[in-house]
Structure formats: structure tokens, C-alpha cells
Nanobody, 126 residues
Framework: QVRLVESGGGLVHTGGSLKLSCSGF????????MAWFRQGPGRDREFVAA???????YYSESAKGRFTISRDDNKNTYYLQMNNLNPEDTAVYYC????????????????????WGQGTQVTVSS
């Protein structure tokens, strides 16, 4: 069974850091673009960051300069390092995998993604 499993969420204070992990099972994901999305309370799901199969990264405006996405294909594991967190970052964070070779800017579209994890909660207190 192909699945993605997120971990690393939790409760932090404003200004704190967390590192999320996304582990892939059931197939290799080295030819996939990997992304992180999030859904905060009362909000639609939104794009956070993506890394293409060839390691090109793309970030939302809110993530730029604070978050870093990375991939370790040897471990089939993908990461989101989040620094300088604030309460607006509070959300359930989801990782996703997309097999299409599209322009990096297209990776913001959640409809492109083939696989999704179950999500991990991140809560930032003020």
C-alpha cells in the first residue's frame, strides 16, 4: 500500500522551530515532486513549499525565508524545517507527492498531487 506518513508536529511558542518529516512507503518517491500544504482553523488548504524531483524548491510568500523544504531520497523521507513560527502558522500540515513533470510554479496546485499523508498538527502559541 502506497502511503505518506507525517510526523514532527507539536506545540511551540512564537519564534520557535519545528522540523516536520514525511516518510514514504510502498514505492520510491525519487521521481516525484514532494510538497507541504497546510490547513488552519476555518481556512482553506494552502500551499506551503515544494521540492521537485530534481531538487528545485518553491515556497509560498509566507514561508519564504523561514521554512526550508528538503528531500532525502535514499530514506524516502522529506522534510520541512520551520523557523520563527508565529500563531498564523497554526494548522494541520500535510505532505503530498506528485508524479507529473510540471513547472515548479504549478506545484502550488493541490489537484496535481497523487498521494497525501494524514496530516500532523502544528500549534504556535503567542
Amino acid at each position: 500500500q502506497v502511503r505518506l506518513v507525517e510526523s514532527g508536529g507539536g506545540l511551540v511558542h512564537t519564534g520557535g522551530s519545528l522540523k516536520l518529516s514525511c516518510s514514504g512507503f510502498g514505492r520510491p518517491f525519487d521521481n516525484y515532486a514532494m510538497a507541504w500544504f497546510r490547513q488552519g482553523p476555518g481556512r482553506d488548504r494552502e500551499f506551503v513549499a515544494a521540492v521537485s524531483w530534481n531538487f528545485v524548491t518553491y515556497y509560498s510568500e509566507s514561508a519564504k525565508g523561514r521554512f526550508t523544504i528538503s528531500r532525502d531520497d535514499n530514506k524516502n523521507t522529506y522534510y520541512l524545517q520551520m523557523n520563527n513560527l508565529n500563531p498564523e502558522d497554526t494548522a494541520v500540515y500535510y505532505c503530498a507527492a506528485n508524479s507529473d513533470r510540471v513547472a515548479t510554479t504549478e506545484l502550488t496546485k493541490d489537484t496535481l498531487y497523487d498521494y497525501w499523508g494524514q496530516g500532523t498538527q502544528v500549534t504556535v502559541s503567542s
